[in-house]
Every structure is written in C-alpha cells, then in structure tokens.
C-alpha cells in the first residue's frame, strides 16, 4: 500500500526539466511530457515528500495538419 501512495505523491514524468538543490530541498521546473506537452509547474522535494508550488499552467495546443 505504501509502494501505491509514494508513485502517486511525485511530479509526473518528463524529459528537459531544470532541477537543482537549494537549501537541503531539491527544486524541479518544467520540462516535457510525451514529446508534445511543455510543462511550467514547480516542484520541491523536502525531508521525503514532493510539493506542488505551482500547477503546471501550460496548455497544450491541438495538433493541426500543415496544407
């Protein structure tokens, strides 16, 4: 049971994210979801847990064929 919460209690998977350490805490930005999805949310990683600070407020464009 405790394996099911710690998958659910982290930032979602992604590709080209800024993640660096600042006062014992480790801060993760942005970066790509499945190819298409620029991601902006933040998130800090302190004493065991993840955090949302903020939601990830990109949207995703619908995909159009060029004529």
Known sequence: ???TKLAL???G???G???TS???RLI???GIHEITHEKNDISIYYKGHWRTVNEDSCEQEPQTEEQ
Do not use: I, M, S
């Open 1 to 3: 049971v405790e394996a």
């Open 9 to 11: 209690d982290h930032p």
């Open 17 to 19: 994210h800024t993640l």
């Open 28 to 30: 993760l930005f942005g």
């Open 13 to 15: 998977e992604r590709d």
């Open 22 to 24: 600042f006062d014992g």
